[in-house]
């Protein structure tokens, strides 16, 4: 019976563990997403780039997102095609989009992150570009 105990406890506090290790990156459950309107890109289109922008972010220990926007078709220009397949030379990307977002820097940190701590960044760029058909590559952020 008590190695049963044993058992028990050594598994709900190893339960406790991993939950606790996934709650430390970046929250993106509750962002509003703003589609916007495009002649480019179904809803599905942007779904499958917002996903890869959400995983880069729940890496972001402590951050987390209230919004993230479409920036419109304009954003999808030749020039910035150019400059997608400039930062990744020999990919041969055909498509890029753009995305902003808001969201919130951890409280308090170790010290480790560049995050200006307890504060709410805005209008905070994606850029993500991908061949015809293909996946979505996120390629850089910032403001």
Not at 8 to 19: D, G, P, R, V
Not at 29 to 54: K, N, P, R, T, W
Not at 57 to 77: M, N, P, Q, V
Request: aromatic share 14%; charged share 20%; proline share 1%.
């Amino acid at each position: 019976m008590k190695k049963i105990l044993i058992c028990a406890a050594l598994i709900l506090a190893l339960i406790f563990a991993l939950s606790a290790c996934g709650s430390a990156g970046g929250k993106t459950d509750d962002a509003v997403i703003d589609y916007g309107s495009s002649e480019l890109y179904s809803q599905q289109d942007m779904d499958e780039a917002i996903a890869a922008i959400e995983k880069e972010f729940s890496t972001w220990k402590g951050c987390e997102l209230h919004s993230i926007r479409y920036a419109g078709d304009d954003c999808s220009s030749e020039d910035n095609i150019r400059w997608m397949n400039q930062l990744n030379e020999g990919a041969g990307y055909t498509q890029c989009i753009g995305f902003v977002s808001d969201f919130h820097s951890p409280v308090k940190g170790d010290g480790q992150d560049a995050w200006q701590y307890d504060t709410e960044y805005t209008d905070w760029q994606w850029w993500l570009a991908r061949t015809d058909g293909g996946a979505w590559e996120l390629l850089t952020w910032g403001y």
